[in-house]
């Protein structure tokens, strides 16, 4: 449990740090912190159980529908806070050992590594993509009900 504690904390850094470098407002910047390490929180606890894929998507469905309902909140757009949100999530090492292992001549592994890569890419393109068109359709339902 204090491992997981740590990872949000370093999940929490990680983002506000990249969300600075990309001059992201100041006053969002705790924000987007929040969401990345949700989202890589969900992402651990999906390691944790053997299912890092469906960390991944459960990540990424989180950090849509935070991303959407900050957006809302502060009146900003939703991509100052999914951006920086997805930076723990992208597959970054395996597209590194995907192309580590083509140099190497292995392609077999190479193949694997580049199909987890999109799988996870996938994952997250298709988890952002739940939580925005749902919060849409939310948003409208609540509208026409009012």
Not at 72 to 83: F, G, S
Request: charged residues 10%; proline residues 3%.
């Amino acid at each position: 449990m204090m491992e997981l504690f740590f990872e949000f904390i370093l999940g929490f850094f990680a983002v506000i740090g990249y969300a600075y470098y990309y001059n992201i407002p100041y006053k969002t910047l705790h924000v987007s912190g929040f969401i990345g390490a949700v989202g890589w929180t969900m992402y651990n606890l999906g390691v944790y159980f053997d299912v890092a894929n469906l960390g991944v998507f459960i990540g990424s469905i989180c950090i849509g529908f935070l991303g959407e309902f900050f957006s809302r909140k502060y009146k900003l757009p939703a991509t100052i806070y999914l951006i920086p949100g997805i930076i723990p999530l992208v597959p970054g090492m395996s597209m590194y050992f995907m192309m580590y292992n083509i140099v190497m001549k292995n392609y077999y592994e190479a193949f694997n590594q580049g199909l987890n890569a999109a799988v996870v890419a996938g994952a997250i393109s298709i988890g952002l993509f739940i939580a925005s068109s749902t919060w849409v359709k939310i948003t409208r339902v609540k509208n026409i009900v009012r």
